[in-house]
C-alpha cells in the first residue's frame, strides 16, 4: 500500500507536528502575545505518534519523517520520543526542523537517540533585528545551536531564512557566507500565506527571483540539476562545492512532484500544507481503530490531495491553521 492520490504523486515525506507551542513569536508566524494553544487533551501521546508514524513506515511506504512544531524541542521527552522512532521498522531518515536555540544542551542526546539532520530557522544575523523579528532576544543561542548540531555530527546542517521586504531583505549576501564559512547549507524561502493575522500580501512578498538577483550581485551562481521532488532549487556557489538553495512555494511551486504529507500535533492529516480539508486519526485511534482502519483513513485524506495549492487563483483561501499549528 502507498499513499498515492489521484494525480498519481506518492506521499514518502511525512512532517509530524509535536506541539503548537513557541518560545519566539516571529512577526511572520505568530503575534507577540501568542494563540491560543491546542488543548492538552487533544495532543497525540508518545505512544500514539509512535503508533502512527509505525503505520506510515510499515504499510504506507513512507521512509522520512521531520519533526517540526511549534517549536519541536519544547516536547517534554522529546529524545525518547526521537529514541523509539529511531527503532521502528523499516527505519525512517529522522530529521527535525527548529529555531535552534534549545540544541546546545540537546543536541548530542539527539544524535545519540538515533536522529539525523536538523534544519535550523535563522532569518538574520543582526541581534537588533532577531529580536525586533521573533521578540526575543535569543540569537547567540540560535547560533550556538548551530554550532552544537554540527559539533554533535547532525549533518548537512541546512538553515532556512525567509527574507521580509524592507525588514532583513538586505541580508541574502551575509547570510550566505556566513553559512559558507561554517559549512551550513543555506535555503531561502519564500514568505508564505500561513501567519494568524492574515497580514501577507503578496505584493510585498520578497520573490526568489529577487533573492537570486541579489545574490548574482556578489557571487556566481549555476543551477544544480533538476531537484525532483526536493522542494529547494539548488545552485552552487563560486564553482562550488558550497550551495545555495531557494524554495519558490509561492512563485515557483513543486507541486506537481510533492511527495509530503502531514500528520499536525492534534492528530489530523493534511495532505497540503494549504488543505482546507483534514482527516481525523485521533479520533478514531482512541476509539479503537486497528492499525488496517487508520491506515485506510491515511490512505483516503492522501487520495483526495488537490493538483497544487493554488494561490494564484482568485479563489485561493488561506487555512484557517497558522504554520505553528499545521507544522512546516
Given at each position: 500500500?502507498?499513499?498515492?492520490?489521484?494525480?498519481?504523486?506518492?506521499?514518502?515525506?511525512?512532517?509530524?507536528?509535536?506541539?503548537?507551542?513557541?518560545?519566539?513569536?516571529?512577526?511572520?508566524?505568530?503575534?507577540?502575545?501568542?494563540?491560543?494553544?491546542?488543548?492538552?487533551?487533544?495532543?497525540?501521546?508518545?505512544?500514539?505518534?509512535?503508533?502512527?508514524?509505525?503505520?506510515?513506515?510499515?504499510?504506507?511506504?513512507?521512509?522520512?519523517?521531520?519533526?517540526?512544531?511549534?517549536?519541536?524541542?519544547?516536547?517534554?521527552?522529546?529524545?525518547?520520543?526521537?529514541?523509539?522512532?529511531?527503532?521502528?521498522?523499516?527505519?525512517?531518515?529522522?530529521?527535525?526542523?527548529?529555531?535552534?536555540?534549545?540544541?546546545?544542551?540537546?543536541?548530542?542526546?539527539?544524535?545519540?537517540?538515533?536522529?539525523?539532520?536538523?534544519?535550523?530557522?535563522?532569518?538574520?544575523?543582526?541581534?537588533?533585528?532577531?529580536?525586533?523579528?521573533?521578540?526575543?532576544?535569543?540569537?547567540?543561542?540560535?547560533?550556538?545551536?548551530?554550532?552544537?548540531?554540527?559539533?554533535a555530527g547532525l549533518?548537512?546542517?541546512?538553515?532556512?531564512?525567509?527574507?521580509?521586504?524592507?525588514?532583513?531583505?538586505?541580508?541574502?549576501p551575509d547570510l550566505?557566507?556566513?553559512?559558507?564559512?561554517?559549512?551550513?547549507?543555506?535555503?531561502?524561502?519564500?514568505?508564505?500565506?500561513?501567519?494568524?493575522?492574515?497580514?501577507?500580501?503578496?505584493?510585498?512578498?520578497?520573490?526568489?527571483?529577487?533573492?537570486?538577483?541579489?545574490?548574482?550581485?556578489?557571487?556566481?551562481?549555476?543551477?544544480?540539476?533538476?531537484?525532483?521532488?526536493?522542494?529547494?532549487?539548488?545552485?552552487?556557489?563560486?564553482?562550488?562545492?558550497?550551495?545555495?538553495?531557494?524554495?519558490?512555494?509561492?512563485?515557483?511551486?513543486?507541486?506537481?512532484?510533492?511527495?509530503?504529507?502531514?500528520?499536525?500535533?492534534?492528530?489530523?492529516?493534511?495532505?497540503?500544507?494549504?488543505?482546507?480539508?483534514?482527516?481525523?486519526?485521533?479520533?478514531?485511534?482512541?476509539?479503537?481503530?486497528?492499525?488496517?482502519?487508520?491506515?485506510?483513513?491515511?490512505?483516503?485524506?492522501?487520495?483526495?490531495?488537490?493538483?497544487?495549492?493554488?494561490?494564484?487563483?482568485?479563489?485561493?483561501?488561506?487555512?484557517?491553521?497558522?504554520?505553528?499549528?499545521i507544522g512546516g
Open positions: 500500500m502507498r499513499l498515492r492520490d489521484s494525480h498519481g504523486r506518492v506521499a514518502t515525506d511525512l512532517r509530524v507536528s509535536l506541539t503548537d507551542h513557541c518560545n519566539l513569536r516571529c512577526s511572520y508566524c505568530m503575534p507577540a502575545e501568542g494563540l491560543a494553544w491546542l488543548p492538552r487533551a487533544e495532543i497525540l501521546t508518545d505512544e500514539e505518534i509512535v503508533r502512527l508514524v509505525r503505520i506510515a513506515v510499515s504499510r504506507l511506504g513512507v521512509d522520512e519523517v521531520r519533526l517540526t512544531g511549534g517549536e519541536p524541542t519544547l516536547r517534554p521527552g522529546l529524545v525518547g520520543l526521537v529514541a523509539r522512532l529511531a527503532r521502528l521498522r523499516p527505519r525512517p531518515q529522522l530529521s527535525m526542523t527548529t529555531n535552534g536555540i534549545a540544541l546546545v544542551g540537546m543536541a548530542p542526546a539527539l544524535r545519540a537517540a538515533g536522529l539525523d539532520r536538523v534544519n535550523v530557522s535563522l532569518d538574520t544575523l543582526r541581534p537588533g533585528r532577531y529580536q525586533a523579528l521573533t521578540r526575543r532576544d535569543r540569537l547567540a543561542d540560535a547560533q550556538a545551536g548551530l554550532a552544537a548540531v554540527a559539533a549533518v548537512p546542517v541546512k538553515v532556512n531564512a525567509v527574507l521580509l521586504r524592507g525588514v532583513n531583505d538586505d541580508e541574502a550566505l557566507r556566513w553559512c559558507l564559512r561554517r559549512g551550513y547549507q543555506l535555503r531561502f524561502i519564500e514568505q508564505m500565506p500561513l501567519d494568524p493575522q492574515r497580514s501577507w500580501d503578496r505584493a510585498a512578498m520578497v520573490t526568489g527571483a529577487e533573492i537570486l538577483a541579489g545574490l548574482r550581485g556578489e557571487f556566481t551562481l549555476a543551477p544544480l540539476p533538476a531537484r525532483g521532488s526536493a522542494p529547494a532549487e539548488l545552485f552552487t556557489v563560486d564553482g562550488g562545492p558550497g550551495t545555495v538553495g531557494l524554495v519558490g512555494s509561492v512563485t515557483a511551486p513543486f507541486c506537481a512532484a510533492c511527495d509530503r504529507v502531514r500528520l499536525t500535533a492534534d492528530g489530523q492529516v493534511r495532505s497540503c500544507l494549504f488543505a482546507r480539508e483534514e482527516t481525523d486519526l485521533r479520533t478514531p485511534m482512541r476509539a479503537g481503530a486497528d492499525d488496517a482502519q487508520l491506515a485506510a483513513l491515511w490512505m483516503r485524506a492522501v487520495r483526495g490531495k488537490r493538483a497544487g495549492h493554488g494561490i494564484d487563483q482568485p479563489a485561493f483561501t488561506q487555512p484557517a491553521r497558522p504554520m505553528s499549528a
